[in-house]
C-alpha cells in the first residue's frame, strides 16, 4: 500500500473494526497494509470495500492499493 493510503487508512478507519469486517486478524491486516504479505484478490476488494465503508467514501481504497506487492528484505 502506498503511503499516502496507509496515513489515510489509518486516519480515517479503526483497524481493528476494518479487520473484523473482513474476518481477519488485525496482525494480518497490519502485515497487509504494510506490505509484508500479499493478501487475496478477494480479500483485497473485501478490504476495500469495507474500508470505503467505514471512511464513508464510496472509491477511495481499491483492491490494487492492499495488492502491492510485499517488501523484499535487504539481501534480496
Known amino acids: 500500500m502506498k503511503k499516502y493510503k496507509q496515513q489515510s487508512l489509518k486516519e480515517m478507519v479503526k483497524l481493528n473494526v476494518l479487520a473484523r469486517l ?33 471512511c464513508g467514501s464510496a472509491d477511495y481504497f481499491t483492491a490494487s492499493d492492499f495488492l502491492t506487492a510485499p517488501r523484499r528484505g535487504n539481501n534480496d
Open 22 to 54: 473482513c474476518e481477519i486478524q488485525p496482525s494480518y491486516l497490519s502485515k497487509i497494509i504494510n506490505n509484508h504479505v500479499r493478501p487475496s484478490q478477494d480479500l483485497a476488494e473485501r478490504l476495500a470495500v469495507a474500508a470505503n465503508i467505514l
